[in-house]
């Protein structure tokens, strides 16, 4: 049994148009895109952004976010009820249920587990306005959604952060400053997170064949 947790707070800024929440992709909202995602989920939470209004006809409970993606999982997580969460950005509508089999199956496993995947492009630390020296690409990956957690785990991680001050772009971070280990899996290249102008085209070309 299982909790996703989508925090959907966020005013996208980047992206520059409005909430992404309710941004438009293949004729649904990225919300709806998600909550589709975890149609089979005992329990799916999303933290809106305040005052925004709560859309209709979705199987979902509805609070109130944070001021950051980081306080909107921590009221998520104070509302699950099942042992396993699932935490997912609003911003990746294409996520396929063998994505979501491989987290949860790991976090069953290990308590922890993320999807990644291997960089394909080179990497450099800029020199000025120069290129400058390669950064091997082989050691690192790229980090995606959704992370599954132990929710009593991610619990204690979110409240040692608060105690220490520490804030993080995404739950792993916080729950390796435990100590505790999280497992790896693998990602896919379509759940691609939309975050600039140019991402949007690429996401309605895929919406397009999604379910085809």
Request: aromatic share 6%; glycine share 8%.
């Amino acid at each position: 049994m299982v909790s996703v947790l989508i925090p959907a707070a966020g005013n996208g800024e980047r992206l520059g148009l409005g909430p992404k929440a309710f941004l438009r992709v293949g004729g649904k909202t990225l919300l709806e895109w998600a909550v589709d995602a975890f149609r089979e989920a005992a329990e799916v939470l999303v933290a809106l952004p305040p005052g925004a209004p709560v859309p209709k006809g979705l199987r979902a409970t509805f609070l109130e976010g944070g001021r950051s993606r980081q306080e909107s999982v921590s009221r998520l997580l104070e509302a699950a009820s099942l042992p396993l969460v699932l935490v997912h950005d609003v911003a990746r509508p294409f996520v396929s249920q063998r994505l979501v089999g491989r987290v949860l199956e790991a976090t069953r496993a290990t308590g922890a587990a993320v999807p990644v995947l291997p960089l394909p492009d080179t990497l450099i630390r800029p020199e000025g306005e120069g290129y400058g020296e390669v950064v091997p690409r082989e050691a690192l990956r790229l980090v995606q959604t959704p992370q599954g957690f132990f929710t009593a785990l991610l619990r204690e991680a979110h409240a040692y952060a608060r105690k220490r001050g520490l804030s993080a772009t995404d739950d792993a971070q916080l729950v390796r400053a435990l100590g505790y280990p999280v497992a790896l899996v693998e990602g896919e290249r379509a759940a691609f997170k939309i975050t600039y102008p140019e991402d949007l085209p690429l996401a309605e070309a895929l919406a397009r064949v999604w379910n085809a």
